[in-house]
């Protein structure tokens, strides 16, 4: 069964860290990997997605990575801001899949001031 | 341009009623989906459609239909509400072909009692 996992299901920093997010996931025939945000009662906004010829994605303070054979791919926030604060979701599209996404459950991030 | 809209944003249903959520994207995207996020968890496929006149299931299709007969819109069906339909429903879409970066509707919260 194909799984996507998050961990930890929360994560505190202080503003200004350095932070990464993991994630992991059971089959490496991926199609590609996305990473969303998702603030309280909203919807989903795609951050990077990383196709499985790539090893990473960047967007302003956001860079992700991949590693297939591992079955890995990270979120590195850089300076991060209270107002990162939000739930990051980890997504991948199989091969052959009509790039259905299998979802993480999310990290819940929290930048204190 | 609007994206993907979904309506109603909230909603409140007996057992046993039955209900439509409306999703639209102006994007002339092929592909669209819906998914449900229950607390704590991450989104799960309901059906997907790669065109218009074609859906298949994904992974919780029981308790729903949906049809397509044009590309700009996809609905949700319910027909016989249950307390375990009780959710968060989100629309996507996505373009054929190249990185097929899904795009996400603002969700329309579900309660069955």
């Known amino acids: 069964k194909q799984e996507v996992t998050q961990i930890p299901a929360a994560l505190s920093v202080p503003e200004g860290e350095n932070l990464v997010l993991n994630c992991s996931f059971t089959d490496s025939a991926i199609y590609n990997l996305q990473w969303f945000r998702q603030d309280p009662g909203k919807g989903l906004t795609s951050l990077l997605l990383i196709q499985s010829s790539q090893r990473e994605q960047t967007s302003g303070r956001l860079n992700a990575s991949l590693d297939k054979s591992s079955g890995r791919s990270t979120l590195y926030i850089a300076a991060s801001q209270p107002g990162d604060s939000a739930t990051y979701l980890c997504a991948v599209s199989y091969t052959g899949a009509n790039s259905k996404l299998t979802f993480g459950k999310g990290i819940t991030l929290s930048v204190r001031p | 341009n609007a994206g993907v809209t979904q309506t109603p944003k909230f909603r409140i249903l007996k057992i046993g009623q039955s209900m439509t959520l409306q999703c639209t994207q102006d994007?002339?995207?092929?592909?669209m989906y819906w998914y449900r996020q229950d607390p704590g968890m991450g989104l799960k496929l309901i059906y997907y459609?790669?065109?218009?006149?074609?859906?298949d299931k994904g992974e919780v299709p029981n308790g729903y239909n949906v049809s397509r007969t044009t590309t700009e819109d996809f609905p949700l069906r319910l027909e016989l509400a249950a307390p375990s339909q009780t959710s968060v429903y989100f629309c996507a879409s996505s373009l054929a072909g190249g990185p097929m970066r899904q795009f996400f509707g603002p969700g329309t919260r579900l309660t069955v009692l």
């Open positions: 994007m002339n995207h092929n592909y």
């Open positions: 459609s790669v065109g218009a006149g074609i859906t």
